[in-house]
């Protein structure tokens, strides 16, 4: 079990600009989630993944977001023309069938300039 | 939609000693989980105790116990006997037991208690 990682764990852009983040998430864990956590609060959910569909999505998640998990495994996240509101931590989580708790990864910090 | 509410920004302990951080939450729904998460400073958010809806037992994991108050919408962590590794935020999360395709799997947060843990 080597823990859910996230890449890159800093990332700092112009706004405007595209980013693309990666989860890999616990392996032999099918489920995969998202979430984006701002100064002062707690995370908000964005998306889950049961292998590779995405049952659900936020709100939250603008058009200018997509994500994906293609075979199952790993998963991105990708912000499209970034703006300052999108500066945050986001977060993944994996955990197994069933109601097993969550495993969360160190998160990518988002910085627009 | 479910909510969950901190009222206490920041905490502050001696070593050694016991605090509880407060949370409460609001649900239609009978059956669900509540967590206690802690998320040190830029490290990873780890699990600290979790407690089922339906457990009239509060739940305890070494010096970490809650009060469950399932009728006041009310479940605390107590940490006994603090050490300065419990600095931390903490987070309180629910997470719904219904049976809906994704709608069950999602944590909602609060927006933490700031623990402090003084010499």
């Known amino acids: 079990d080597t823990g859910v990682s996230q890449n890159p764990r800093h990332k700092i852009t112009k706004r405007g600009q595209n980013v693309t983040f990666r989860c890999d998430p616990i392996?032999?864990?099918?489920?995969l989630y998202w979430y984006r956590q701002t100064l002062g609060q707690g995370p908000e959910f964005l998306t889950y993944?049961?292998?590779?569909?995405?049952?659900?999505k936020s709100r939250l998640l603008s058009d200018r977001f997509s994500a994906e998990r293609p075979k199952g495994s790993f998963s991105t996240l990708e912000i499209q023309r970034t703006e300052q509101g999108d500066s945050a931590m986001y977060l993944c989580?994996?955990?197994?069938?069933?109601?097993?708790?969550?495993?969360f990864g160190d998160g990518t910090r988002l910085s627009i300039l | 939609a479910q909510t969950v509410t901190q009222s206490q920004p920041e905490m502050s302990v001696q070593e050694a000693e016991t605090v509880t951080l407060s949370c409460t939450y609001d649900?239609?729904?009978?059956?669900?989980?509540l967590f206690w998460y802690k998320q040190p400073p830029s490290r990873q958010m780890i699990l600290v105790i979790r407690?089922?809806?339906?457990?009239?037992q509060n739940a305890t994991e070494n010096r970490f116990s809650v009060n469950f108050q399932k009728a006041a919408k009310s479940f605390s962590l107590k940490i006994s006997d603090s050490q300065l590794g419990d600095a931390a935020m903490y987070f309180c999360?629910?997470?719904?037991?219904?049976?809906?395709?994704?709608?069950?799997?999602?944590?909602?947060f609060g927006t933490g208690t700031r623990l402090q843990v003084t010499l």
């Open positions: 993944f049961q292998n590779e569909a995405q049952l659900e």
């Open positions: 649900t239609s729904e009978s059956d669900y989980y």
């Open positions: 989580a994996s955990s197994p069938q069933g109601w097993q708790p969550q495993h």
């Open positions: 392996s032999e864990h099918n489920r």
């Open positions: 407690q089922e809806a339906y457990k009239q």
């Open positions: 999360a629910y997470r719904s037991l219904r049976f809906y395709t994704g709608t069950a799997s999602k944590l909602t």
